[in-house]
């Protein structure tokens, strides 16, 4: 279509005034993926990406069963409530109360155990997430000794909160904050993070989304700064009947791009396989997973196996959600 009135003309609705209504649609999608971006280059060159490293890395794993199970290509997805640690705008495509729980095992006897929650209000939407990251029973040592001085424990946290409006049909928008923390023996580090982004239907099968989240400033520990793993995401995902294609590209800071592609396919109301491949990193590419959910969809489990090169081993991700 040429413009966002005409948008509105063929659904029966007159044009809103404001300047993000008020503008077409292309035009709209475009501008905030500006901003977006000119946020992404602020934080690059405010916080010093060239001479601080990065921090965190915890904030770069996913959480959700499901989410891995699709190599998390989430940025334009619609039901799922661990989308708030990929797009926040996307809360707004989740039209029933859910709560989702998983726990994760990792390399080194480290594991996760997440929650998140996202409640449907009309026009809006909100979420809050909760996640931790730790292991235990680490041995503590100075310099090369065959017994160590003692054992200690490191863990992470994040507490975040969410929220997303509808502007129009197509467009919603949506901003995070988040309280993160990191625990290493008796050291502690902590702060806060943001995240903003939008979800746009182009059509009625096909949606995209962009979203920069993980945006603070450095954090301290002990006596060096280290900087939040910022991250961009954009990508889009088209439905075929009963099935999803999935395509999303993410750059962290400085790096280079990653690409994410995934599929879900519903066998049946009852059970959805998926898999994806990430291109881009190190020690892993492949990931896969299924679901199983009650006929009136009140109960779901789903699991995800995330396998490693460089002897790193395999992850596997299990996870529960109840919808009232």
């Given at each position: 279509?040429?413009?966002?009135?005409?948008?509105?003309?063929?659904?029966?609705k007159?044009?809103?005034?404001?300047?993000?209504v008020?503008?077409?649609g292309?035009?709209?999608?475009?501008?905030?993926?500006?901003?977006?971006?000119?946020?992404?280059?602020?934080?690059?060159s405010?916080?010093?990406?060239?001479?601080?490293?990065?921090?965190?890395?915890?904030?770069?794993?996913?959480?959700?069963?499901?989410?891995?199970?699709?190599?998390?290509?989430?940025?334009?997805?619609?039901?799922?409530a661990?989308?708030?640690?990929?797009?926040?705008?996307?809360?707004?495509?989740i039209?029933r109360?859910?709560?989702?729980?998983?726990?994760?095992t990792?390399y080194?006897?480290?594991?996760?155990?997440?929650?998140?929650?996202?409640?449907?209000?009309?026009?809006?939407?909100?979420?809050?997430?909760?996640?931790?990251?730790?292991?235990?029973?680490?041995?503590?040592?100075?310099?090369?000794?065959?017994?160590?001085?003692?054992?200690?424990?490191a863990?992470?946290?994040?507490f975040?909160?969410?929220?997303?409006?509808?502007?129009?049909?197509?467009?919603?928008?949506?901003?995070?904050?988040?309280?993160?923390?990191?625990?290493?023996?008796?050291e502690?580090?902590?702060?806060?993070v943001?995240?903003?982004?939008?979800?746009y239907?182009?059509?009625?099968?096909?949606?995209?989304g962009?979203?920069?989240?993980?945006?603070?400033?450095?954090?301290?520990?002990?006596?060096?700064?280290?900087?939040?793993?910022?991250?961009?995401?954009?990508g889009?995902?088209?439905?075929?009947?009963?099935?999803?294609?999935?395509?999303?590209?993410?750059?962290?800071?400085?790096?280079?791009?990653?690409?994410?592609?995934?599929s879900?396919?519903?066998?049946?109301?009852r059970?959805?396989?998926?898999?994806g491949?990430?291109f881009?990193y190190?020690?892993?590419?492949?990931?896969?997973?299924?679901?199983v959910r009650?006929?009136?969809?009140?109960?779901g489990?789903d699991?995800?196996?995330?396998?490693?090169?460089?002897?790193?081993?395999?992850?596997?991700?299990?996870?529960?959600?109840?919808?009232?």
């Amino acid at each position: 279509m040429a413009s966002g009135a005409s948008d509105n003309r063929c659904m029966g609705k007159p044009m809103k005034p404001g300047f993000i209504v008020g503008m077409p649609g292309v035009t709209r999608l475009r501008g905030v993926v500006l901003v977006l971006t000119a946020l992404a280059s602020w934080s690059v060159s405010a916080y010093g990406i060239d001479e601080t490293p990065t921090g965190l890395a915890f904030l770069t794993i996913g959480g959700g069963a499901r989410a891995v199970g699709l190599a998390e290509t989430m940025v334009a997805d619609d039901q799922d409530a661990f989308v708030t640690e990929y797009n926040p705008a996307a809360l707004v495509d989740i039209t029933r109360f859910a709560v989702s729980f998983a726990h994760g095992t990792f390399y080194q006897d480290t594991r996760g155990e997440y929650a998140a929650s996202a409640v449907p209000l009309r026009a809006w939407s909100i979420g809050v997430r909760m996640g931790y990251v730790g292991t235990s029973d680490l041995p503590l040592r100075t310099g090369p000794s065959d017994q160590p001085l003692g054992l200690y424990d490191a863990s992470n946290v994040i507490f975040q909160g969410a929220v997303a409006r509808t502007v129009d049909d197509r467009l919603a928008v949506g901003l995070s904050t988040a309280y993160v923390a990191q625990h290493i023996n008796l050291e502690t580090a902590q702060g806060f993070v943001l995240g903003v982004g939008l979800r746009y239907r182009l059509r009625h099968n096909i949606t995209v989304g962009t979203a920069f989240v993980n945006v603070g400033p450095p954090i301290k520990f002990v006596d060096r700064k280290f900087r939040m793993p910022n991250l961009f995401r954009f990508g889009g995902r088209w439905m075929i009947g009963r099935a999803s294609a999935r395509a999303e590209f993410v750059t962290a800071d400085n790096d280079n791009v990653k690409w994410h592609l995934g599929s879900e396919v519903a066998i049946d109301p009852r059970l959805s396989l998926r898999a994806g491949v990430r291109f881009g990193y190190d020690t892993q590419m492949f990931n896969a997973g299924f679901g199983v959910r009650t006929p009136d969809g009140r109960f779901g489990v789903d699991y995800a196996f995330a396998p490693y090169t460089d002897e790193l081993g395999a992850t596997h991700r299990f996870g529960l959600t109840v919808r009232p």
